[in-house]
């Protein structure tokens, strides 16, 4: 009924009948012609059971719905090879979506494997005639899936589109465009993957022509124009070869293969060449007839010698399909010779029955069995290789799945979740966005992605096919070098609205750290010379930056600083209060200085006689972390004043310690850490070897944050086949609290060694 106003038609009931039951003798009369078994009662059945539920029903184009299901159920049978339990569900296949019988009814009726295939269809159908518009990925992401449980839901559904996509015609323009559209994206190429080539081929001139009319109508004009110019090309190329063949005595065809109005299409417009230098006669086909018992193989070859005599061929375009068929079945021998017009032609030696799979797929293949085909254990074995390909990460299913990145998705990508969750992303997106569009909550989180269970950086960028798992921490929050990691629009706007508000609260407490110093001094009247001077010392240009970078910590005030600050107005003061409040000063330069000075006496005020308490006063130390060494509370440490009466907190075994024992031992001081719990957080880095598995990084992670309520402030991992290293920093108070962490963490499986470093 295709191109064919139904309703013009002016049918009788009685001649609609009869068209109705000539639709069907025509499936049943194919499915006789077939090799399977002949299970006719079940199908009568099944296409009586459909007729009766959808009766009264018609489709948009005005004709009975009951021939929708006759359709698809020849192309099943006829144009796919299926067997009776495809036919069966074929004509059932809109039964449960459409009328108000149930999956159980079809159960009790036809049994569960027939069930489960139309539960199968009806689960992904919706968005093809119904309201129930769907995501072109999203409906692709169910195809995948429900590939899983019967590769013949994928079969009929691919039967059902591409009835659809014939008869699209009386569809309204925007649903065309719809279904089209997801024609070309899901459906051809899952077509291809499962060695559909012709069903592929026509379902992409279908979408092209509903999507681009215009163009579709003028490369046909095209086509039809050059055709005569064609046919002489040929002719000429054929002539010699046919001679030989003949004189093999082999039965063959030899054809030429006009390329699809589509692929024409999409190599003047990928290639950016005219249709005069992509019409060309560009292959041709050789298919020959011969018995089971005969050597295909040779053949092939010997078509192959027949031709290299007479054409001179292309020395590396040679493929042999034949003692190594491709994943998907296809079997052919392939050479490229240089034609009478000076262009190379592709030609292409199959046997008939190669060329059936190379057409229709892995399902001829029952054509060829020898007595009556179960199609149970064939699907079986066709089954396993579908799913096989599409599970096993090996480079089939790599181009697979690069198939449809390159021909569909050049502007987006597909990703999937640890649970098959399917994704759309721009191109470039990174974990980070992947994270963001999962929630906000988890993007705010996010400290690392599992890519193909492999770790990396919240900044990898992903590629389509990518299974990617976010890993999170309680502790992580955005940074403002993550703007720079995400492609998505929702990604940045959360970061930047993360980063300013957390920006606005740290400027407020900066804020308030300064002024109270001030207050504390009661030198509000200066406050104004106090804060230009501090920031022209740390050479910050606002105010606003200056109250941050003490707010963050960046930072930090000595409680005696206004004092000192007011007090001594010496230029070089300041350098000397704020040995290491600058990220850029290196603290032992100071220490050095002040040895060259030859200062060996301590002016200090400091009893070095007695143990100096190391503590925490209003957020104000009276200690400074010696850098070179970093040690936290709980470490065996020891003090040195410096110059400016600060006491430097070194770790008992570092060496810049173990150079000023020597040389100032007057200056050295013993120090414990205060008893009380301190309110100060101090960072250690922990680094952690171990082999790679699915879920360490959770488990760690788990560990850390929710058992041991330790923040992450830094996480670094780095995998490489099999083994990973991960150099973490934590927010602790003391070394005691690390010492268990490395103990706990150490308990986890694959973890083979934890150390503290710095
Ligand atoms: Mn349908």
Redo the contacts with the bound molecule.
């Keep these: 009924m295709d191109n064919v106003d139904y309703k013009s038609l002016g049918l009788t009931p009685e001649q609609e009948d009869n068209m109705i039951e000539e639709a069907f003798q025509d499936v049943l009369n194919g499915y006789l012609r077939s090799n399977h078994r002949k299970k006719v009662e079940i199908i009568k059945r099944a296409y009586q059971f459909a007729k009766e539920a959808h009766k009264g029903i018609r489709r948009r184009s005005g004709e009975p719905y009951i021939l ?1 299901p006759i359709a ?1 159920a020849k192309i099943v049978s006829q144009e796919i090879g299926l067997g009776s339990t495809s036919i069966c569900a074929a004509f059932l ?2 039964v449960v979506e459409d009328t108000e019988y149930t999956v159980e009814d079809i159960e009790n009726n036809f049994g569960k494997k027939i069930a489960i295939i139309v539960d199968g269809l009806t689960k992904i159908s919706g968005g ?1 005639f119904g309201d129930k518009a769907s995501v072109q990925a999203e409906n692709f992401r169910k195809l995948l899936l429900t590939m899983a449980e019967d590769i013949r839901v994928i079969l009929i559904k691919m039967a ?1 589109r591409l009835h ?1 996509m014939r008869t699209l015609g009386s569809m309204l323009p925007s649903k065309q465009y719809k279904i089209a559209g997801e024609t070309q994206y899901v459906y051809a190429p899952l077509a291809h993957r499962l060695g559909l080539f012709a069903i592929k081929t026509e379902l992409e001139d279908l979408s092209f022509k509903y999507q681009h009319p215009d163009k579709y109508a003028e490369i046909c004009e095209k086509i039809k124009d050059t055709q005569g110019q064609r046919d002489e090309v040929f002719k000429d190329f054929a002539a010699p070869i046919r001679q030989k063949l003949d004189d093999m005595g082999l039965k063959y065809t030899l054809t030429t293969r006009v390329k699809s109005a589509y692929s024409i299409w999409h190599k003047m417009e990928t290639k950016h060449v005219p249709f005069e230098e992509v019409y060309d006669l560009y292959a041709v086909r050789i298919v020959f007839d011969c018995d089971a018992s005969d050597n295909e193989k040779a053949i092939c070859w010997n078509i192959y010698s027949a031709i290299t005599d007479i054409y001179r061929l292309h020395p590396t375009r040679t493929r042999d399909w034949v003692n190594t068929p491709k994943a998907n079945g296809y079997r052919a021998l392939h050479l490229t010779v240089m034609g009478t017009d000076g262009n190379w032609v592709e030609i292409q030696i199959r046997s008939t029955k190669m060329d059936d799979i190379a057409e229709r797929g892995f399902a001829a293949h029952w054509k060829y069995k020898i007595g009556e085909s179960d199609e149970e254990s064939e699907l079986e074995t066709w089954l396993k290789t579908i799913t096989d390909l599409l599970k096993e990460p090996g480079p089939n299913a790599v181009d697979f799945l690069d198939t449809i990145k390159l021909n569909l998705f050049a502007t987006e990508i597909i990703v999937f979740t640890p649970k098959g969750d399917l994704v759309t992303l721009p191109k470039d997106a990174s974990v980070l966005d992947l994270a963001y569009h999962l929630h906000t909550e988890i993007g705010s989180h996010c400290i690392a992605g599992k890519v193909n269970h492999r770790l990396v950086p919240i900044s990898y960028k992903l590629q389509s096919g990518d299974q990617v798992e976010v890993l999170t921490s309680k502790t992580q929050k955005p940074q403002a070098e993550w703007v720079g990691f995400v492609a998505t629009a929702k990604a940045k706007t959360h970061i930047e609205a993360s980063l300013k508000r957390e920006r606005k609260a740290v400027v407020e407490k900066g804020m308030a750290i300064i002024e109270k110093t001030i207050a504390d001094n009661s030198l509000e009247a200066e406050s104004n010379i106090l804060i230009t001077k501090m920031m022209g010392h740390f050479n910050i240009v606002t105010r606003e930056d200056l109250y941050f970078a003490v707010g963050n910590g960046n930072i930090e005030l000595p409680e005696n600083i206004v004092k000192t600050l007011i007090k001594k107005q010496s230029s070089g003061i300041l350098n000397r209060i704020w040995p290491f409040s600058s990220k850029n000063k290196k603290p032992e330069d100071e220490v050095t200085e002040v040895n060259e000075e030859g200062k060996t006496e301590s002016k200090s005020k400091i009893n070095t006689k007695k143990i100096y308490v190391l503590h925490t006063e209003n957020g104000v130390q009276n200690y400074l972390i010696a850098p070179c060494c970093n040690p936290i509370p709980g470490d065996d440490v020891l003090g040195f004043i410096d110059d400016n009466d600060n006491v430097i907190v070194h770790s008992m075994d570092c060496p810049t310690a173990n150079r000023l024992k020597s040389n100032y031992g007057n200056r050295i001081l013993a120090t414990r850490w205060e008893e009380s719990p301190l309110i100060t957080m101090f960072s250690a880095t922990i680094t952690i070897e171990g082999i790679d598995r699915m879920g360490i990084l959770q488990e760690l992670i788990h560990e850390i944050s929710t058992n041991m309520a330790i923040n992450i402030r830094k996480l670094n991992i780095e995998a490489t086949e099999g083994v990973f290293t991960c150099e973490l920093v934590v927010m602790v108070s003391d070394a005691k609290i690390v010492n268990r962490l490395c103990k706990q963490i150490k308990k986890i499986d694959g973890v083979k060694s934890t150390a503290r470093t710095n």
Excluded: G, Y
Aim: glycine share 0%; charged share 30%.
């Design positions: 929708h698809v296949h809109d093809i059902d659809n």
